[in-house]
C-alpha cells in the first residue's frame, strides 16, 4: 500500500513487517581507531602466523571478486572484494572480508589512491561485527609481507635498499622496513614524480639521521645502487630490464607489474605467497608466464618455474639461499586471509580497550 503525505509519497506497507529480534549493531573503527588498536598488535607475527596457517591449510581463501572500469577522468579504476578465513586451532577464528577500491586519479584530488573497508564476521552467526578503515591495515599487511620475505628469502642483513614508487604503501613500507633490518645504512627512492620522491627522502632523513636517503632518476639507477629493490608503483606494462638487475639482489614486486617477462623467467629463485591465485589471474604477469607455459607453477620441470612459496620458506621445508650471481624475485600477490588475521587482531584490541563507535542495525 502506497499513502501519500503532504505531496510526496510514502511506503507504508513496510511498516511493522517485520519480527523484532534482538538488536544488533556493528563497531565501526575509522583510521585513528585502527592506528591506536594496531599499537599494540605485533603485526609481522600475525602475518607470519597466518601464512603458517594458510601453509597448513588452516584457512579458507576464495577467489577474488574483480571489478574494473574506466571513470570519467579516464583513470583507471577498481574493486576488488577478497572473502577469507583463518581458522584456529579449537576456537572460532577470524573470518571477514576486504574490500579495497582505487583509481590512479585520486592522488590528483588529494587522495590517497586506494581505500576501503575491512569487515569482520562472527563464526556462530556469520554477521558482520565490525567496518573498518582498510587504507592503512592493507599498507601494513603488505608491508609486513616484504618484511617477511626478506628475511625468510635471506636479506635481513641488508646494507643499501631502493623503493620505486614513493606512495603510501612505500611510506609504510620504509617505516618496517628500517625497523627491522637494523644495518641497513643507504635508502635509494625512485618515483616518476620526483618531487614526491624528494620530500619522502628528507622527511626520512630527519626521522633516521643514522641513514643516507638519496634520490635516483631512474629505476635502473635506484636498482644498481641496492641489495633489495621493492616495486611500489602502479604500472601495468614491465619496464625493468634484466640487465638492470644489480647480481645477487632480491626484488620484491609487490606492485607486480614493473618487471618484464626476462625478468621473471631469469630469477633464480622465485618465491610467492599463494600459487593457486597468481594462476587464477591472468590479467598479472606471472600469471600470464604460467598460463603460456613459460614459467611452471611447480619445480622439477626444465622451464623455469616458482621455487616455493612463503609458506613453504617459512616452514623450512625450502631455504632460500641468496645468489652470487643470478637474483631473486618474490611476487606477492596479496592474500585476503592476511587482512582478515589483521582485522581480528585490531578487533581483539578495540573490543578490550572499548574503541570505536557502536553503529545500531537492528
Ligand atoms: N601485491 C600486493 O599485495 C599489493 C597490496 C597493496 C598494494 N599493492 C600495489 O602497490 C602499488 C602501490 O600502491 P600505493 O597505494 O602506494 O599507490 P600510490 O598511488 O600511493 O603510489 C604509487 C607511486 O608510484 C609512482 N609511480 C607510478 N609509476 C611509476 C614509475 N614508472 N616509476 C616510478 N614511480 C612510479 C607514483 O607517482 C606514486 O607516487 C599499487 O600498484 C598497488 O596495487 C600490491
Not at 572473502?83 to 583509481?103: C, F, Q, R, W
Not at 624475485?329 to 570505536?356: E, H, S, Y
Request: glycine letters at 10%; charged letters at 20%.
Amino acid at each position: 500500500m502506497t499513502g501519500s503525505t503532504g505531496g510526496t509519497m510514502e511506503n507504508l506497507w513496510l511498516a511493522d513487517v517485520l519480527a523484532r529480534p534482538a538488536p544488533e549493531s556493528v563497531r565501526f573503527l575509522g583510521r585513528a581507531e585502527v592506528v591506536e588498536c594496531l599499537a599494540k598488535v605485533d603485526v609481522v607475527a600475525a602475518v607470519k602466523d597466518a601464512l603458517m596457517s594458510h601453509h597448513l591449510g588452516r584457512t579458507i581463501l576464495p577467489s577474488e571478486a574483480y571489478l574494473s572500469w574506466t571513470n570519467r577522468h579516464g583513470a583507471y579504476s577498481r574493486s576488488i572484494g577478497m572473502p577469507g578465513a583463518v581458522l584456529a586451532d579449537g576456537a572460532e577464528g577470524a573470518y571477514g572480508m576486504k574490500i579495497i577500491n582505487a583509481s590512479v586519479s585520486n592522488p590528483e584530488f588529494g587522495l590517497e589512491r586506494a581505500g576501503g573497508l575491512g569487515l569482520c564476521f562472527d563464526a556462530r552467526t556469520a554477521r558482520v561485527t565490525a567496518v573498518m578503515e582498510v587504507g592503512v591495515l592493507s599498507a601494513v599487511r603488505t608491508a609486513a609481507v616484504t618484511a617477511i620475505a626478506v628475511e625468510a628469502a635471506g636479506y635481513q642483513a641488508i646494507r643499501s635498499l631502493a623503493v620505486v614508487g614513493c606512495g603510501t604503501q612505500a611510506r609504510v613500507h620504509l617505516a618496517l622496513l628500517i625497523a627491522r633490518c637494523p644495518e641497513l645504512s643507504r635508502v635509494v627512492l625512485c618515483d616518476v614524480r620526483r618531487t614526491v620522491a624528494q620530500s619522502l627522502a628528507g622527511e626520512l632523513a630527519s626521522r633516521h639521521p643514522g641513514i643516507s636517503f638519496t634520490v635516483a632518476a631512474t629505476p635502473a639507477e635506484a636498482m644498481a645502487e641496492a641489495e633489495t629493490t621493492v616495486f611500489l608503483t602502479t604500472v601495468a606494462d614491465g619496464y625493468v630490464q634484466p640487465d638492470w638487475v644489480r647480481p645477487g639482489s632480491l626484488l620484491v614486486n609487490v606492485s607486480l607489474g614493473d618487471l618484464t617477462d626476462e625478468v621473471l623467467t631469469g630469477a633464480s629463485a622465485l618465491f610467492v605467497d599463494d600459487v593457486q591465485l597468481i594462476v587464477e589471474n591472468p590479467r598479472r604477469p606471472l600469471g600470464r608466464l604460467i598460463g603460456e607455459g613459460r614459467i611452471a607453477a611447480k619445480t622439477g620441470t626444465d622451464r623455469p618455474s616458482i621455487t616455493a612459496t612463503l609458506g613453504e620458506l617459512l616452514a623450512g621445508e625450502t631455504v632460500a639461499q641468496r645468489p652470487d650471481t643470478g637474483y631473486v624475485v618474490v611476487n606477492p600477490f596479496g592474500l585476503g586471509i592476511l587482512d582478515v588475521a589483521l582485522f581480528g587482531a585490531v578487533l581483539r584490541q578495540a573490543d578490550d580497550a572499548d574503541i570505536g563507535q557502536a553503529l545500531e542495525l537492528v
